[in-house]
């Protein structure tokens, strides 16, 4: 049985595939901490604030006052 190892984002996750069935399995994917949102996370959190869930626009507008803050107080 042939395998085939695919890494899309340039070896932090790496996928084995089986050449014979084209099946795929992850066998290594990069440690994050539990607070770490990739961009597709992003964009889907805007998404849904943008489609009217109040508990992320509000999340998100408290998330950008603390940003500006922390980002003032680096000057």
């Not at 085939?4 to 069935?21: H, W």
């Not at 990069?30 to 949102?37: A, F, G």
């Not at 964009?43 to 109040?54: H, M, P, S, T, Y």
């Amino acid at each position: 049985m042939v395998k085939i190892y695919e890494s899309p984002d340039g070896g932090e996750t790496i996928f084995e595939r089986d050449t014979k069935t084209g099946k795929r399995i992850m066998i290594e994917q990069p440690k994050r901490p539990d607070w770490h949102l990739d961009n597709h996370d992003l964009f889907e959190i805007q998404n849904l604030a943008n489609r009217g869930n109040k508990a992320l626009q509000n999340c998100l507008k408290e998330l950008k006052l603390l940003y500006k803050l922390v980002e003032s107080s680096d000057d």
